[in-house]
């Protein structure tokens, strides 16, 4: 076995800080829409897919790829929410063995009265620290390891399916 091929000082500070500010400025916006809203990260980004999908319904398998969770996590999480009123399970016609996940009208409620909480503490702890030229540095950031993954993992790790993220970069 050959020696791993360490990290260098600078490597780790960029690394190491990346995951730092990644930890922090979820924690935060986490938090306050928690406290504002009763919503918790988990309820959020279920609510935001379901908000943006045609007729507010998806897949469970849609949804799994969407929040990028394991089959476990987003049972449990449709459950709690389901029991919540946020959102139904409702039976797929095509496919007896599938089921949609549909935002009911209190979920409606929820997502439209949080996304403008979330969206001004977005900006609060993340864009009003950046200037214009540290957002287009991380947009070609993000799109090359973005590119580097997709180049190298061959099909969603996911769904199995080769094309599924196909549409992650413009």
Same mark, same amino acid.
């Given at each position: 076995m050959t020696d791993p091929n360490w990290l260098d000082e600078r490597e780790q500070r960029a690394w190491r800080g990346f995951l730092a500010v990644n930890a922090a400025v979820r924690g935060r916006i986490a938090r306050q829409l928690q406290q504002e809203t009763g919503l918790s990260s988990a309820d959020y980004a279920v609510l935001v897919s379901l908000s943006e999908a045609p007729g507010g319904r998806l +897949?469970?398998?849609? !949804? #799994?790829?969407?929040?990028?969770?394991?089959?476990? +996590? !987003?049972? %449990?999480?449709?459950t709690r929410m389901t029991a919540r009123g946020l959102v139904a399970r409702e039976p797929c016609a095509d496919d007896p063995r599938g089921a949609f996940v549909v935002l009911t009208d209190a979920g409606w409620? @929820?997502?439209?009265?949080?996304?403008? #909480?979330?969206?001004?503490?977005? +900006?609060?702890?993340?864009?009003?620290?950046?200037?214009?030229?540290?957002?287009? @540095? =991380?947009?070609? =950031?993000?799109?090359?390891?973005? +590119? %580097?993954?997709?180049?190298?993992?061959?099909?969603? @790790?996911?769904?199995?399916?080769?094309?599924?993220?196909?549409?992650?970069?413009?």
């Open positions: +897949r469970v398998f849609q !949804l #799994r790829v969407a929040a990028d969770w394991e089959k476990t +996590r !987003l049972t %449990h999480q449709i409620e @929820a997502i439209t009265s949080a996304a403008p #909480r979330h969206v001004e503490h977005v +900006r609060h702890w993340f864009f009003d620290a950046l200037g214009p030229g540290h957002v287009d @540095a =991380l947009i070609e =950031l993000n799109d090359t390891v973005t +590119r %580097h993954l997709l180049s190298t993992d061959g099909p969603c @790790a996911p769904c199995d399916v080769p094309s599924s993220c196909d549409d992650v970069l413009p």
